[in-house]
């Protein structure tokens, strides 16, 4: 077997729900009622469709180019220096996202946990923490994230399941809304928040079977979009569609909200922040992962560890720009909605282009997909 294709179909979709369910859970109710009232879980359930569309493309490029890191396949596609430059935007892009990541992060904790901690020391502490662990390689990487793919599901989806029991379901009525006028931005608003399965392109190449990397995308998108939907829906189910509307983190206060039977823990808001900042290190450990390694395939590196560092003082710079709350919203809103361009067109780009000119990768040998 070829000792450089370890991951497992298993393990890239663990990698997937891991790097999708993040900092992004807690705000979702909001962005999905402020888009259409009591249709939220149905525009969720949209956005899930067209996040996967982009998943789709990254995994039928990936599947054809089996070898490869988008990074690479794409200078054999578009050629050199325009494909230097669509990289060179993704691994931006991604840089200023994992600054929102961990500042979100920051907020959070600051507010909720540790009111006299200064927000720049929680951002500063994930920052690093993400630094250390981006430092191995893809192996590694996915082991890390299979490792700590159970201890967030299944804690968010029993903390999820017991606040059902205070749900009305008069709340969710009618499902498609009452004003349909903001479907279109709540749709790609919150398509947004599955920007990270762009991971996909960096450990397809270290897939054991490359061909079931749609499969993988499948199972990972239908857990973790299933999730966001079920999380949108006990949300409004319980507090309903205009009082969800005054909530900054609404899935936090339904976790406050729910408790134990026979009231043996009576708010599992701390239980559901232990979830929520491993959920939010994977999240945030992919993107910078993706980053520091597509500069390593963009300057012909060996590995990507001398850029682990490099990058830190400038994403904790990208990372305390915003001024408050509010702005840092404000900007991930229009963060998300630019970069589905990138992680959607430029994808779809790569793989007309491929196909009209039947550009391939060179395929994977049968001795190393058993």
Request: charged fraction near 10%; avoid cysteine.
């Amino acid at each position: 077997m070829d000792k450089t294709r370890q991951i497992t179909m298993i393990q890239i979709a663990a990698i997937l729900v891991s790097t999708i369910i993040g900092v992004g859970v807690l705000p979702l109710p909001l962005f999905a009622v402020n888009a259409l009232d009591s249709g939220a879980p149905l525009i969720t359930l949209a956005a899930v469709l067209f996040g996967f569309i982009s998943l789709l493309l990254l995994s039928l490029l990936g599947m054809r180019f089996p070898r490869q890191t988008i990074i690479q396949y794409s200078e054999q596609i578009i050629g050199k220096w325009p494909a230097r430059a669509g990289s060179l935007l993704v691994i931006v892009f991604f840089a200023v996202l994992t600054s929102l990541t961990a500042r979100e992060f920051g907020e959070v904790v600051v507010t909720s946990v540790l009111k006299n901690t200064p927000v720049e020391v929680t951002v500063i502490v994930m920052l690093l923490l993400a630094t250390f662990s981006t430092r191995n390689d893809v192996t590694v990487f996915a082991y890390i994230h299979y490792f700590y793919f159970p201890l967030i599901l299944f804690p968010a989806l029993f903390i999820v399941a017991l606040s059902l029991k205070n749900a009305d379901a008069l709340n969710l009525q009618p499902i498609w809304g009452n004003d349909p006028q903001g479907v279109i931005p709540g749709a790609l608003t919150i398509a947004a928040l599955f920007q990270g399965s762009f991971i996909l392109t960096s450990v397809i190449p270290s897939m054991r079977r490359p061909q079931k990397a749609l499969l993988a995308s499948v199972v990972g998108m239908v857990i973790a979009g299933g999730l966001y939907v079920i999380i949108v829906a006990a949300t409004v189910g319980v507090f309903g569609a205009e009082e969800t509307k005054k909530l900054l983190w609404p899935t936090l206060e339904l976790a406050k909200a729910t408790s134990l039977p026979a009231n043996v823990l009576e708010r599992l808001d701390a239980a559901f922040l232990i979830v929520w900042v491993t959920a939010v290190f994977t999240t945030l450990l992919s993107s910078y992962f993706l980053t520091t390694q597509s500069l390593g395939l963009l300057f012909r590196l060996r590995d990507h560890k001398l850029f682990a560092f490099f990058l830190l003082p400038f994403v904790f710079v990208l990372a305390m720009l915003p001024q408050n709350i509010v702005q840092m919203y404000t900007i991930v809103r229009m963060v998300g909605r630019i970069g589905l361009i990138l992680t959607l067109a430029y994808p779809a780009l790569l793989l007309l282009v491929s196909i009209l000119r039947k550009k391939r990768g060179e395929p994977v040998g049968e001795v190393a997909q058993r």
